[in-house]
């Protein structure tokens, strides 16, 4: 049995979303018709959104569902036209690629959003902003200063974007606060073909598509009914998800695989981290030579974030911590709502494997 | 007339154009992604994520091979809206980048809201917008075409299959003279492919929009076909990890396209099989109804049509208050996507109805799962219904 150990990625889908998704497939009915089957497609609907209000504890009307979480990003950065952006410089490609005037934000070696530099951005500047700032790193599982994020923009008359595909399920309560926030179906344990933006109801914005005025004219076309039914379900269990158990394995993870290798380096270990995320680079062996090498031995692991992948490029986040020489040797290792501390031991063993075996061979040649 | 309803499952779904159930076979083929595969398509590294993108290829192969495409010129996206607004804003955004030669996008009246919408929002971007009529059948005029596509014109974004009428347009003859002329076109073939032949080649079509849950596939997923020869160029809707060789960022779901690839592989097996019935289903409703109601006119072209498209106005009733008067039939007034809202058809005024006419307009749409039993329970439960409106109207 393989190892699955990149739920950053992918998670698979709860029993809860598995039967949520079933029942609405069974479902002929378009949620915009009004005859019967049209009615109990709209009631999947509706409860699928007020199980993610509830996650994100906002009114049920505040949410727009999306096909997932790189359509929300580009759906809340481009709904304001040329207002000037700001987006540190760890995000997620689908906020980092938008808009190609964006201001960037630097984050400090520890990963975390550099506050100061954010204040001297929104200083001085009369016009109103858009500040996108993650809540938690999808590679890193650095959690980010929302809270201040927030005040500081409120103080300057700016509005918050924060993609919180990675925490939401994970932590509270900060992300709530923004003004906009990206959530994804499939990272939570629902389906892939869900994701919602959360539009507080202070905000107006235009949509990137036109057609049938579905989710108040600002996200058209017929809902993916399965994936959101799958989405609400999942949300509904995550919000009461015990990760002590996923915590405790991660940092006894994270302790094996230092003993192995002391010379490695876990990005923002210093920093407040999703309990589920482990980032860790070893300074001789590149990550493409280490998932590779995990995946012979049956664990699936990944370098970075794998939208496009098929090759491997440098991990933009390692570069904008200050860790350049490490950027193409992070490898990152995310736990689930599935995962058992089994995995993680054999995980454990594997990178010591791999560790031991390379240093062999180095001294032998 | 009474008759054996005891195997007749109610309501009796006719609302095959807003939504198709899940085939059973597809349901099936889906399945195993709901749980023990889970892959991210895209995470290349291990060999969950190379299942799934072999799964994902799969079922490019299926769809490329319904429209006679190859595999690399299918984008999954999450439906046909999404699809539309890609082809009609990505095809001008391209130009305005990189040519900036050709300005005007031709359209019809009658298309689907979300190809209007698309052309309205690139007239604000400077490109300049013609929306040809159609005539009392629903069809384009080539003659009108031919006026209006000329070496300025960028795009012609004519629908396959009317979604309200079911009214097809001529493919071929618009692609010969796009092709003839270095215009783009592009066809919202939603309700179309999988119910008519449609082939991208002989067609010379260069963009092409379904949507998964109009044949029956799941909601949540479409396909755009991009021509690689000539190719048709087209920027992007959204930016992100550059999935779909960068023209559509964002994870793709493996249990939606491996849905919408088996969709389409049934829809071509059955294709010929299946029309013949549908048109067989739909001549026996409209005599059947025809010789117990008076004054039901079919809107549109009959020889053009969808096989399962039963678009019908009768004389002295409202339609909505039909659709209360027969509960056991699901079916609709027009379109879905607005019908909150309810105003006169866009598509139903184009071919020249009046708004009360309009207004007494319903839509049946037949499908793969109707059959004869249900046909003459709903020419009786509807007939019953026309009568008893009219009664009321009578009495009123």
């Known amino acids: 049995m393989n190892v699955y150990l990149d739920h950053n990625a992918t998670t698979h889908a709860r029993a809860c979303a598995r039967e949520a998704a079933l029942k609405a497939i069974d479902l002929s009915g378009n949620a915009s018709s009004v005859h019967d089957a049209g009615r109990r497609a709209k009631a999947v609907l509706d409860r699928a959104r007020a199980q993610v209000a509830n996650l994100a504890d906002v009114g049920s009307r505040e949410v727009v569902f999306t096909s997932g979480g790189t359509e929300a990003n580009n759906l809340a950065l481009k709904a304001f036209g040329a207002m000037p952006l700001l987006v540190s410089a760890i995000e997620h490609p689908s906020v980092l690629n938008v808009r190609k005037d964006a201001t960037i934000i630097p984050v400090g070696p520890d990963g975390c959003l550099n506050l100061d530099a954010l204040e001297q951005l929104l200083t001085g500047n009369e016009v109103p902003m858009l500040v996108s700032v993650m809540a938690a790193n999808n590679e890193t599982g650095v959690i980010q200063p929302i809270e201040d994020v927030v005040s500081l923009a409120r103080k300057h008359g700016a509005m918050v974007h924060s993609d919180a595909v990675q925490a939401a399920g994970k932590i509270g309560s900060a992300w709530q606060q923004a003004d906009l926030v990206t959530l994804s179906g499939h990272k939570l344990g629902g389906i892939q073909g869900a994701g919602a933006l959360i539009v507080r109801k202070h905000i107006s914005l235009k949509a990137v598509m036109g057609g049938g005025g579905q989710e108040l004219g600002m996200r058209p076309g017929t809902e993916a009914l399965p994936a959101i039914a799958a989405f609400g379900a999942a949300a509904n269990e995550a919000v009461n998800d015990d990760l002590a158990g996923v915590a405790s394995w991660r940092d006894a993870l994270e302790h094996e695989m230092l003993a192995a290798a002391p010379d490695a380096v876990v990005l923002g270990r210093e920093s407040e981290r999703l309990a589920n995320t482990l980032c860790i680079a070893h300074p001789r062996i590149d990550a493409e030579t280490m998932v590779m090498s995990f995946d012979l031995a049956g664990v699936a692991v990944s370098a970075g974030s794998a939208c496009s992948s098929g090759k491997m490029a440098a991990s933009h986040v390692a570069v904008a911590m200050g860790h350049d020489g490490l950027a193409r040797n992070a490898v990152r290792l995310s736990l689930g709502w599935s995962t058992t501390q089994e995995d993680c031991l054999r995980a454990a063993a594997v990178w010591k494997d791999i560790v031991t075996g390379f240093e062999e061979r180095h001294r032998a040649a | ?396």
């Not at chain 2, 550059?242 to 829809?267: F, H, K, M, N, Y």
């Not at chain 2, 049946?364 to 409106?389: C, I, N, P, Y």
């Open chain 2, 1 to 396: 007339m009474t008759m054996d309803t005891a195997n007749i499952k109610l309501p009796v779904y006719l609302d095959y154009h807003a939504s198709t159930p899940v085939d059973p076979r597809v349901l099936e083929v889906m399945l195993p992604w709901f749980t023990e595969k889970f892959g991210n398509p895209h995470s290349s590294s291990h060999s969950f994520g190379r299942e799934a993108a072999e799964a994902v290829e799969k079922a490019r192969g299926q769809v490329a091979d319904l429209i006679g495409a190859d595999p690399r010129e299918i984008i999954f996206t999450s439906g046909a809206t999404e699809s539309n607004n890609l082809a009609i804003k990505g095809a001008a955004n391209f130009e305005r980048h990189h040519r900036n030669k050709r300005r005007r996008i031709v359209t019809l009246v009658s298309e689907h809201k979300c190809v209007l919408e698309s052309v309205r929002d690139v007239e604000r971007e400077g490109f300049e917008t013609v929306f040809l009529p159609v005539d009392q059948d629903g069809r384009v005029s080539m003659a009108d075409l031919d006026r209006v596509v000329d070496d300025e014109t960028l795009l012609v974004s004519i629908m396959a299959a009317n979604n309200e009428i079911g009214v097809l347009q001529p493919l071929e003859e618009i692609g010969a003279l796009t092709r003839e002329r270095g215009v783009l076109f592009h066809t919202d073939a939603a309700q179309a492919v999988g119910k008519i032949p449609i082939d991208v080649e002989g067609a010379n079509i260069d963009l092409l929009s379904i949507s998964g849950h109009k044949l029956y596939g799941p909601k949540g997923v479409g396909v755009l076909f991009m021509r690689r020869r000539p190719r048709a160029r087209i920027e992007p809707l959204f930016s992100g990890g550059g999935q779909e060789r960068t023209i559509r960022s964002g994870t793709l779901a493996p249990p939606l396209v491996v849905g919408i690839g088996e969709a389409c592989a049934i829809a071509g097996q059955e294709l010929e099989e299946e029309r013949g019935r549908l048109t067989a289903l739909r001549h026996r409703f409209l005599e059947r109804f025809n010789a117990r109601v008076g004054g039901a006119v079919l809107n549109g072209s009959l020889e053009n049509r969808l096989p399962g498209n039963i678009s019908l106005r009768i004389e002295g009733v409202d339609a909505l208050a039909l659709i209360d008067l027969a509960p056991d039939l699901a079916f609709s007034t027009g379109s879905a996507c607005t019908s909150d809202v309810v105003e006169p058809s866009h598509v139903l005024r184009a071919i020249g109805l009046e708004d009360g006419q309009a207004g007494s307009s319903i839509r049946l749409g037949l499908g793969r799962f109707t059959t004869a039993d249900e046909v003459d329970f709903a020419v009786d439960h509807l007939a019953e219904a026309v009568g008893q409106s009219r009664r009321q109207a009578g009495a009123a």
